[in-house]
């Protein structure tokens, strides 16, 4: 099978033919062209991995033909065949654009070997990008699981958000998503290609938390043996999220704002002043409002913070999404764990909409996982969830009608008063939930 399609471009047929033979022989696909006008048409035509061309041709000549592929938006690697009084010319070509050079006569050993390299190194080209587009296609905010207003509103400001360099704050409860659009918003943004660094602010001590940040040198403290880069410099050029951000204590605090005024910091320990180019993204639990009232965070890097403002909804706010997020869970631990199950029961399901959920997304998430790994049948029944299963608990409420054997009525009533107390006696909300208007809630609360 051939390893790739080369593309011999030579006003001289003897050489044009020669080559030819030699590269097929070697394994690879070859077309030929006698003049740049010919192979302009093969290179559209055909899409060649590499294009090896004489330099100088009647015409249109090697340069020419590098340049008009350019400028057709095609990256093909080309290599240029010179005389010897025309080397000079050949290394411009490389300026513009060509891989490498040979000499006329060619040897073919070292032809050989620069095609190998060069279609080597495409190769590992395209395998990296290959693998960034599959991380961005993973962490594309669109592919977040959210269909209620709320989130399509998230995704909204996250898309345009994501082009700016403005510092975003994250809020919302632990389990809610947070860091999956801090992560959103770096890959759908300019600098996806840059470094992304992620710090937990507290996992760290004050002066761990310091060093982890901004480095140190050698000896500023017990045990530092050697000179440390900080996360801000690691994450030059690209984002650095900032989690938990309201853990951080007062002397880290100045040293942060310091950086936000100016992008500069110093090492612990040093006093070479350095400058970046970070984006940053902080999130936290915590109401950095109220702090700022307390006298524990300051308001100054509170406004530096609060430049645009992500607020990620508790999940017993949107419990119109659980239903997409308990699919999307049973696909992904049906996969890992190579079972199949085709999905939730409706009274598990119910039990599961009308959950508080204290732990979120992540407490769903968890519960999900564990129902796949334990399930035995092709349907996850109520049973699996530990949290419904006991005869005491809430989802085994006498108040649950049983299906079949209930009337319409019944379960319409059981599915109002149900979702009324999941998203806290707001009738908007339970109408947005269950699909209906606003008017037939209270149309049908009035009945009952």
Not at 89 to 110: C, F, Q, S
Not at 126 to 139: D, S
Not at 384 to 406: D, K, V
Request: a negative charge; hydrophobic letters at 40%; charged letters at 30%.
């Amino acid at each position: 099978m051939s390893e790739a399609t080369i593309l011999v471009v030579d006003d001289e047929k003897n050489t044009r033919e020669a080559l030819s033979k030699i590269l097929r022989e070697d394994g690879y696909d070859v077309i030929a062209a006698a003049d740049g006008y010919q192979a302009m048409d093969l290179v559209t035509r055909e899409m060649p991995d590499l294009i090896l061309a004489d330099l100088r041709m009647p015409g249109m000549d090697g340069i020419e033909l590098l340049s008009r592929t350019r400028l057709k938006g095609m990256d093909v690697p080309f290599v240029m065949m010179t005389a010897y009084g025309t080397v000079e010319t050949a290394v411009d070509a490389m300026k513009k654009g060509a891989e490498d050079y040979l000499t006329k006569p060619v040897n073919i050993e070292e032809l050989e070997i620069q095609i190998k390299r060069i279609l080597a190194h495409r190769s590992l080209l395209r395998e990296a990008r290959e693998l960034r587009e599959r991380l961005r296609e993973k962490y594309k905010f669109t592919n977040i699981i959210g269909s209620s207003p709320q989130m399509q509103s998230i995704f909204k400001t996250v898309e345009q958000v994501a082009p700016s360099r403005a510092t975003v704050l994250i809020t919302g409860e632990s389990g809610t998503g947070k860091e999956l659009i801090a992560s959103a918003i770096h890959e759908n943004g300019p600098r996806a290609d840059k470094p992304y660094v992620k710090v937990s602010c507290s996992a760290l001590s004050e002066n761990l938390l310091e060093s982890e940040l901004f480095g140190h040198e050698k000896g500023s403290f017990t045990g530092a043996m050697f000179t440390r880069q900080g996360r801000f410099e690691v994450a030059d050029g690209g984002t650095l999220l900032l989690d938990e951000i309201g853990e951080i204590t007062p002397s880290t605090q100045v040293k942060l704002l310091g950086f936000l005024q100016n992008r500069e910091f110093e090492r612990v320990g040093g006093n070479k002043t350095f400058k970046v180019d970070v984006r940053l993204i902080a999130a936290t639990n915590r109401d950095l409002e109220k702090a700022v009232t307390e006298g524990t965070f300051r308001r100054d890097l509170f406004y530096r913070l609060n430049v645009i403002t992500v607020k990620m909804p508790p999940l017993r706010e949107r419990s119109s999404d659980v239903p997409l997020l308990v699919e999307h869970f049973v696909r992904k631990y049906t996969k890992e764990n190579e079972k199949r199950i085709d999905g939730v029961s409706h009274d598990a399901l119910a039990a599961l909409m009308a959950h508080n959920w204290p732990g979120n997304v992540r407490e769903l998430e968890n519960m999900v996982e564990r129902a796949v790994v334990m399930c035995n049948e092709r349907i996850i029944g109520r049973q699996y969830f530990p949290l419904f299963s006991g005869s005491n608990e809430e989802a085994h409420s006498p108040e649950m009608p049983p299906i079949p054997g209930s009337s319409l009525e019944d379960i319409e009533k059981f599915a109002i008063q149900k979702t009324l107390e999941a998203v806290g006696g707001n009738r908007t909300r339970a109408a947005e939930v269950l699909k209906i208007s606003l008017r037939k809630i209270q149309y049908k609360l009035k009945e009952f």
